[in-house]
């Protein structure tokens, strides 16, 4: 099975402050990656798919890159509704598997 | 309008059985893989199952494998978890989702307690 870590597990940033999320898989998956953002009280909310793509509807400050097992989700200017927790997702190969997540706080 | 609305959850006791449904509209369950993930209190998002699109695979992960089944019904287009075996790790908000479209259900509390 795949293990998935994310790093830092929470940080606190102002507003307009660009933040960087990596996340890293115990072996390599390609490009098979997702990135989550999290609410409380609701539903998950898919950000990126395939490592670097940005999902319809969701604001271009959000932004994916890397391949093979390291990953970094990018917020170019942090807002206040960016305030969440932030999911890695490998898709490769079953089970799939969420990383731990990264609280952001503004 | 795209919808996915998840029920039965609630209250069972260690060692129950409990089926959670997720009924779609406005699309068609059959043409998408469909998952099931939950959240337990104070935890992270953990994946626990899917259905391929064709229906002829399912996929579980390491927690719930061999206690929880995922199956669909098409002419109801409608999406199944049937968990047995259950503890009070299975505690979570439990929900469906369409990682292809991006199509999540509201949630379904599901609480192991003696």
């Known amino acids: 099975d795949i293990q998935m870590t994310q790093s830092p597990s929470s940080l606190s940033a102002s507003v307009g402050d660009r933040v960087f999320i990596t996340c890293r898989a115990s072996q390599g998956i390609r490009n098979h990656l997702s990135w989550f953002q999290h609410k409380p009280g609701k539903a998950p909310k898919s950000l990126i798919y395939?490592?670097?793509g940005l999902r319809s509807g969701v604001p271009s400050r959000f932004s994916g890159s890397g391949s093979g097992t390291d990953f970094t989700l990018s917020i170019s200017s942090l807002q206040p509704e960016d305030s969440a927790t932030y999911y890695c997702q490998q898709n490769d190969s079953y089970p799939l598997s969420f990383g731990p997540g990264t609280k952001v706080a503004i | 309008q795209v919808q996915l609305v998840e029920s039965g959850g609630g209250v069972v006791q260690p060692g129950g059985s409990l089926r959670l449904s997720c009924s779609a509209s406005g699309f068609t369950l059959r043409n998408y893989d469909m998952h099931w993930v939950r959240q337990a209190p104070g935890k992270g998002l953990e994946w626990v199952a899917v259905?391929?699109?064709?229906?002829?695979?399912?996929f579980y992960g390491d927690s719930v494998k061999g206690r929880f089944t995922v199956s669909r019904d098409t002419s109801k287009n409608t999406l199944y978890l049937q968990m047995n075996s259950l503890t009070n790790e299975d505690t979570a908000v439990y929900y469906c989702?369409?990682?292809?479209?991006?199509?999540w259900g509201q949630g379904t509390l599901v609480i192991v307690s003696s």
């Open positions: 395939a490592a670097s």
């Open positions: 259905i391929r699109y064709d229906g002829s695979n399912k």
């Open positions: 989702f369409n990682d292809y479209e991006d199509y």
